[in-house]
């Protein structure tokens, strides 16, 4: 069974552009997670998406943003990028249908690099 | 807001020993689970326990976990140098998963042959 598959694995950026970035979940998995990973400030939530609904979202501005397809496939979306959005962004699909219950599968993540 | 927070932040021991890594956490919750990152890679999940559970292992992994006092310890026995890694306490918390996982801001183990 193929993993969370993230692409692209790395990118630059200059400030005031916009970023799209696509995961793509193990198969069967309708919940997929984003997650910002950063030296200063770990782990952050951004948002989990079930059933192309998005299910949650964590403390991050509006410029963040996100969607799924019927296929379950998911793409975030930075706009107006800062130089603070310089990170690891990370997706992760899991099989349960409540939210937070079973283990995450995390795909390589997508390394934005914001000059 | 971080919740898990581990504890030490770096651990550098000889191959052969065992590793001990804590998390404390600050609300209810549903479960806590660890993880595992190379470096600069995505998260390996290791073990979940369940609030209702005390103890579990996996192989080399052992956790406890102890509800009243909001804290769980990942034991890795006989360590290797494939071990060297980074380890993250995770948690879910019981009031609806608003904010997913939490996540602490990890221990860095570094295993030296």
């Known amino acids: 069974k193929a993993g969370v598959t993230q692409t692209p694995r790395y990118l630059i950026k200059?400030?005031?552009q916009q970023v799209t970035l696509s995961c793509s979940p193990i198969s069967g998995h309708r919940s997929v997670s984003w997650y910002q990973q950063t030296p200063g400030q770990g782990l952050q939530f951004l948002f989990e998406y079930f059933s192309e609904t998005q299910r949650n979202k964590?403390?991050?501005p509006g410029r963040f943003s996100g969607r799924q397809f019927s296929n379950s496939r998911s793409e975030m979306n930075v706009s107006?990028?800062?130089l603070g959005d310089s990170a690891l962004y990370l997706c992760a699909s899991s099989l349960p249908a409540v939210p937070n219950t079973g283990e995450l599968f995390f795909g390589e993540g997508s390394r934005l690099t914001v000059l | 807001s971080q919740q898990g927070e581990e504890d030490p932040?770096?651990?550098s021991i000889q191959e052969g020993e065992?590793?001990?890594m804590n998390c404390s956490y600050k609300t209810s919750i549903n479960n806590l689970q660890w993880y595992r990152q190379n470096s600069g890679?995505?998260?390996v999940h290791l073990i979940l326990i369940r609030s209702n559970e005390r103890e579990k292992h996996s192989g080399r992994l052992r956790v406890t976990l102890d509800t009243s006092k909001k804290s769980s310890s990942l034991l890795i026995t006989a360590s290797r140098a494939a071990d060297t890694a980074s380890y993250f306490c995770a948690?879910?918390?019981s009031g609806g998963g608003a904010d997913g996982l939490t996540f602490g801001k990890g221990t860095h183990l570094i295993i030296q042959p």
């Open chain 2, 41 to 43: 890679r995505g998260l």
């Open chain 2, 9 to 11: 932040q770096a651990l």
């Open chain 1, 58 to 60: 964590g403390n991050f």
């Open chain 1, 14 to 16: 200059t400030r005031g």
């Open chain 1, 80 to 82: 107006t990028l800062e």
């Open chain 2, 18 to 20: 065992n590793a001990t």
């Open chain 2, 91 to 93: 948690t879910g918390d």
